[in-house]
């Protein structure tokens, strides 16, 4: 088990949840993508380590973008497969869809359509000329929220709505900025013109228009992806956006289509440690239990409340501080209240 898992069994004391398990995960080789989004364990012990070699192995056998040992992100320039942890988080849960399919799934094998996926995007389409009814997994009723698209039409105001699921909201960020405006600059109304005009079924021509994204139905846990890694042009690479965006412990969320405020609480947060993309570590904070624990690969530590604001980022451009927070899990009060 080691040190770690002593240290923290005796910072927790008599305060050890029962039936609790924290252990922290073997490094393979710039695996911390993996580790710091899978911190779930089984084990009979209350801490220690566990080596998911098999499992590393798996992922990298069914994905290539996580093979190799750099942590390299996708361009269309430069086509570098990255492992990313946001991208692992995708490729998980839709894995998971799949098997869960598949186990539930009757009939002969011959007879069963392809599993479909579910990233973002519009619901699923017609299968065989009749609508697909989707098999509503325990990831979709955790994840899986939903989002409409509204455009108008400025020259006769007729709303098309589409409605789009998704597991993810990937934010834009700006400089010493916060996840409320930035979820408000994810619903803010932009208007398409020139190149961009909508094509307007009831005028039946493209006309000027204006859209907005607004969520439809909120997921019971909310997963927020901050675009950290943007590529720049006349760099001709990515380049790791270190801005200071605050995330608050409880969260409102007002650009819903529901009458009332969605409230969310934090309960974990996947850091990024470094100045680039390509080269950097993963860390996870995670709440258990009204106790906040630093999850470091193979090293688990309990932390104070107060920690998780050092992973905001930083306000000027070149700080020595490198941890910021790319990946936030809010769990909403409601279904929390109704469990």
Known sequence: MGATGSKLEKALGDQF????????????????????????????????????????????????????????????????????AHEFLNFLLNELVDIL?????????????????????????????????PLVTWVHKN??????????????????????????????????????????????TETLNAEDKFFCDKCCSLQEAQKRMKIKKPPHILVIHLKRFKYMEQLGRYKKLSYRVVFPLELKLTNTMEDADCEYSLFAVVVHVGSGPNHGHYVSLVKSHNHWL?????????IDESAVQTSFGSAQEYASNTDHGYILFYESLAANNAS
Do not use: W
């Open 294 to 302: 630093f999850f470091d690969d193979e090293n688990v530590e309990m």
């Open 17 to 84: 949840p029962e039936g609790e398990r924290y252990f922290g995960l073997e490094n393979f080789g710039n695996t911390c993508y993996c580790n710091s989004v899978l911190q779930i364990s089984t084990q009979k012990k209350k801490t220690g380590v566990i080596a998911p070699k098999r499992f590393v192995q798996r992922v990298k056998k069914e994905n290539e973008l996580f093979r190799g040992y750099m942590h390299q992100r996708y361009s269309h320039h430069h086509p570098n497969f990255a492992k990313d």
């Open 101 to 133: 399919e598949k186990e539930t799934a009757k009939g002969p094998a011959e007879n069963l359509s392809p599993p479909e996926k579910i990233t973002n995007g519009p619901h699923a389409g017609l299968v065989n000329g009749a609508k697909k009814e």
């Open 143 to 188: 994840f899986q929220g939903i989002l409409t698209n509204e455009t108008r039409c400025l020259r006769c105001e007729t709303v098309t709505a589409r409605d789009e699921t998704f597991l993810d909201l990937s934010l834009d960020i700006e400089q010493n900025s916060s996840i409320t405006s930035c979820l408000k600059n994810f619903s803010s």
